[in-house]
């Protein structure tokens, strides 16, 4: 399973924050996976930000809740982070990454996960 984020590199404070992530290798239609966002700020640990399920249905962290959605596109095999109303703080590098939906493990723990882009990073202006 192959996994590329695609997006802007540069937004400014306030804007909406749209990444995609292209999946190959497994499909989102009925797939046995889940599909999640991870980033990493400089200087700290990759941080789990949301997931949208095999099912259709989504986790988001807690502090992401209201400001950060997740969509898929089956016919185009590809699913979407959308985090509203970006600080400077939410410049990071950002990760589209898979796991096996039977897996019960945590969502924080970015071990779990079984596939992952390649990363792409993401400066807010201020």
């Known amino acids: 399973v192959l996994l590329q984020e695609s997006g802007p590199g540069l937004v400014k404070s306030s804007q909406t924050l749209s990444l995609t992530c292209t999946v190959s290798?497994?499909?989102?239609?009925?797939?046995?996976?889940?599909w999640s966002w991870i980033r990493q700020s400089p200087g700290k640990g990759q941080k789990w930000l949301g997931t949208?399920?095999?099912?259709?249905?989504?986790r988001i962290d807690t502090p992401f809740r209201g400001r950060l959605t997740i969509s898929k596109d089956t016919s185009k095999n590809q699913f979407t982070l959308h985090l509203a109303s970006v600080t400077p703080e939410d410049t990071a590098v950002y990760y589209c990454?898979?796991?096996?939906?039977?897996?019960?493990?945590?969502?924080?723990?970015?071990?779990?996960?079984?596939?992952w882009g390649q990363g792409t990073q993401v400066t807010v202006s201020s």
């Open positions: 290798g497994a499909s989102l239609l009925g797939s046995d996976y889940d």
């Open positions: 949208i399920l095999h099912t259709g249905g989504s």
């Open positions: 990454a898979a796991r096996r939906f039977l897996n019960s493990g945590s969502y924080y723990n970015t071990n779990e996960y079984d596939f």
